[in-house]
């Protein structure tokens, strides 16, 4: 299977964190470096363009349908027609040499995102969750480079620390931190990084990998069942959208040497 470009979609330096608006039939990603907040109509194929003062790493709507952001600051609400943002909790204020990456809301709406060095080498970090009290918590500790998040139960959590070349299945209580891990995906042989992944109907796991030039999908028990090819190397995240879930949206980097590069990509009927 080939992705192929969403045209009219702009080149981004670090596209990241789509995420599919059904109520409107919208999909909205963020360009990290670029500092924007994009949306696609899915219907028209129009594409509208917001600027960002702060450094978004991650993108993620709450149950109310709000969107909020991690960024360089903490989790942060966003308004999409202004590209204004309000600090919900600040993360690692003391910190400026670290930046919040990949996150999303958990299965009882708390946004939870981890931070990252800005820079190698990488030195471990936790994973923050936005409490209902108005307090981000780290819940999972000793993390390199926090990247792909995915609840396939309630009480259950995927995680992607990019630089081990796994995907981690925890515990996930409701309250307290993060519990143990209970096996462990390893993706040492598939070509590049495991970096963010969506879930679809069936439970497996589809895993965006920069460097590799494709997601993969794997089931539960790291079987691999299906690849999709990418003429763009550094692969960031995916989600699923349309209106019967089954496009296959991704999110790429730009590189020199890859026109399409830094594109959003689509495969339809998946």
């Known amino acids: 299977m080939r992705a192929e470009p969403v045209a009219e979609t702009p080149r981004l330096a670090l596209g990241e964190g789509p995420r599919w608006d059904a109520s409107h039939g919208r999909l909205h990603w963020i360009g990290i470096r670029d500092r924007r907040f994009l949306t696609l109509d899915a219907s028209s194929g129009r594409v509208a363009v917001t600027e960002l003062a702060v450094t978004p790493g991650a993108l993620m709507f ?143 796991l589809w895993v965006a990998f920069w460097d590799g030039a494709a997601v993969h999908c794997l089931s539960p028990e790291g079987h691999l069942l299906a690849t999709v090819e990418l003429p763009a190397p550094r692969v960031t995240s995916c989600a699923f959208g349309g209106p019967d879930l089954h496009t296959l949206y991704i999110t790429t980097a730009r590189t020199a040497e890859h026109p399409l590069s830094g594109a959003l990509f689509a495969l339809g009927q998946v």
């Open 62 to 204: 709450r149950p109310d349908g709000r969107p909020v952001l991690a960024t360089e600051r903490g989790f942060e609400l966003l308004d999409p027609a202004t590209g204004r943002t309000e600090l919900l909790a600040p993360v690692e204020a003391d910190r400026p040499e670290r930046r919040m990456n990949d996150g999303a809301c958990d299965p009882y709406g708390r946004p939870v995102a981890g931070t990252m060095q800005r820079a190698e080498p990488w030195q471990p970090g936790p994973l923050y969750r936005l409490e209902d009290d108005g307090v981000a918590r780290p819940v999972l500790d000793g993390l390199s480079v926090p990247n792909g998040l995915a609840w396939p139960e309630p009480d259950r959590l995927w995680h992607i620390d990019t630089p081990t070349r796994r995907i981690d299945l925890y515990e996930y209580p409701e309250h307290g931190p993060v519990g143990r891990r209970i096996r462990s995906l390893d993706v040492s042989h598939l070509p590049g990084l495991p970096d963010g992944m969506t879930l679809d109907a069936a439970g497996n």
